[in-house]
């Protein structure tokens, strides 16, 4: 079985105005995250939502050190960009939707539950910063069993070096398959 994660694909990371903005690299893979994402609904996959939601005043969280606030609750930065809003708002019930605090999808969530009660053991990555959350994700996929997909056309970064770096790591380290 296979499931689909879509990560952190909101307002504050890919539009232009968003606080910690991939910009261009994000916003040229909406169409190809869109379709891989309309192709898991289709096939009734699991797919997930799995986006940041974090309090600037929280004074434990390490990533308020090193960005600036983003993916605040409560706020517009945290909707999902673009059509994907559109298609997620028109079908909601065929997602699930999972409010994360760390990089990682898997970090302080129920997601490996949830995964393993479906029987799911292909795990299918789209999303930004490919190498920040994206990557993170994969690493936890990698150390808990799964197989990895990284879909490479619906995935980007703030930083190129960082990305392409990540593309490398997740086939030549985690052994994921890239398409």
């Known amino acids: 079985m296979r499931g689909l994660v879509v990560i952190d694909y909101t307002n504050d990371f890919v539009a232009s105005d968003g606080a910690l903005t991939t910009g261009e690299p994000g916003q040229k893979i909406a169409p190809a995250l ?11 996959d699991f797919v997930v939502m799995a986006v940041d939601g974090h309090d600037p005043a929280d004074q434990y969280h390490p990533e308020n050190k090193l960005f600036p606030p983003h993916n605040v609750i409560g706020t517009t930065g945290r909707h999902l960009y673009g059509e994907l809003a559109t298609y997620y708002q028109q079908n909601q ?11 990682s999808a898997f970090c302080g969530t129920d997601l490996d539950l949830r995964l393993r009660e479906r029987r799911i053991t292909e795990l299918h990555l789209v999303g930004v910063c490919t190498d920040i959350c994206v990557l993170h994700t994969a690493v936890d996929a990698y150390n808990l069993g799964y197989d990895i997909v990284i879909h490479q056309d619906a995935v ?4 190129p070096v960082g990305h392409e770096w990540a593309l490398r790591h997740f086939q030549n380290t985690l052994g994921a398959t890239l398409v």
């Open 34 to 44: 869109l379709q891989v994402t309309k192709d898991f609904v289709a096939r009734q």
């Open 93 to 103: 019930d065929q997602f699930y939707w999972l409010d994360k605090r760390h990089y």
């Open 156 to 159: 980007a970064s703030f930083d």
